[in-house]
T-cell receptor, first 114, second 121 residues
Framework: AQKITQTQPGMFVQEKEAVTLDCTYD???????LFWYKQPSSGEMIFLIY??????QNATEGRYSLNFQKARKSANLVISASQLGDSAMYFC???????????FGAGTRLTVKP | GAGVSQTPSNKVTEKGKYVELRCDPI?????LYWYRQSLGQGPEFLIY??????ADDSGLPNDRFFAVRPEGSVSTLKIQRTERGDSAVYLC??????WGTGGDSGANVLTFGAGSRLTVL
């Protein structure tokens, strides 16, 4: 069964605008962690932001924030004030309980237009 | 080193050949992971090491795949009798400790290398 679902294969955003990348997850564990990674064309996976299942506040890291809606099992990434350098693949991922395999979604390709 | 280093960055081989991919994790990181990323997909977990031992190898697709980490730092992913379907980018990642250990699990975020692109002709 698909654990992480990213329904947007591609997204476009105008430079300086905000964009939301969707992620829904499926787990029966009470303890889990949600992650977003960025993968530019160079191929390296870059960690952006983390949200623990017990965290009551949405995580924020600079221009990145995670809109965590636990009841809906969604963990959307919000990028504010988009920059051209934000153009990349974005992956949502989850680790459940004490499992060591981090499960990734299929990714969303974000293109920032000048 | 400052980051996770993977060599070679590109490897082209013929079907049936043996291949080794190397990963040098961040110094002091005890946890090491191998992932495989096929074109247009997210990374897929292969194996996890805590120290020298393979703590979880449930993601290895078959017995042609094997990985070692003899001294608890550098790891080698070994693929025997390569097949065209093995073509992918193989990503290595390391983290300070295992997931779920310590008070802040977020501190055990995975840091990835740039990957080794394997092409099997």
């Amino acid at each position: 069964a698909q654990k992480i679902t990213q329904t947007q294969p591609g997204m476009f955003v105008q430079e300086k605008e905000a964009v939301t990348l969707d992620c829904t997850y499926d787990t029966s564990d009470q303890s889990y962690g949600l992650f977003w990674y960025k993968q530019p064309s160079s191929g390296e996976m870059i960690f952006l932001i983390y949200q623990g299942s017990y965290d009551e506040q949405n995580a924020t890291e600079g221009r990145y924030s995670l809109n965590f809606q636990k009841a809906r099992k969604s963990a959307n990434l919000v990028i504010s004030a988009s920059q051209l350098g934000d153009s990349a693949m974005y992956f949502c991922a989850m680790r459940e309980g004490y499992n060591n395999d981090m499960r990734f979604g299929a990714g969303t390709r974000l293109t920032v237009k000048p | 080193g400052a980051g996770v280093s993977q060599t070679p960055s590109n490897k082209v081989t013929e079907k049936g050949k043996y291949v080794e991919l190397r990963c040098d994790p961040i110094s002091g990181h005890t946890a090491l992971y191998w992932y495989r990323q096929s074109l247009g997909q997210g990374p897929e977990f292969l194996i996890y090491f805590q120290g020298t031992g393979a703590a979880d190898d449930s993601g290895l697709p078959n017995d042609r795949f094997f990985a070692v980490r003899p001294e608890g730092s550098v790891s080698t992913l070994k693929i025997q009798r390569t097949e065209r379907g093995d073509s992918a980018v193989y990503l290595c990642a390391s983290s300070p400790g295992a997931w779920g250990t310590g008070g802040d699990s977020g501190a055990n975020v995975l840091t990835f290398g740039a990957g080794s692109r394997l092409t099997v002709l």
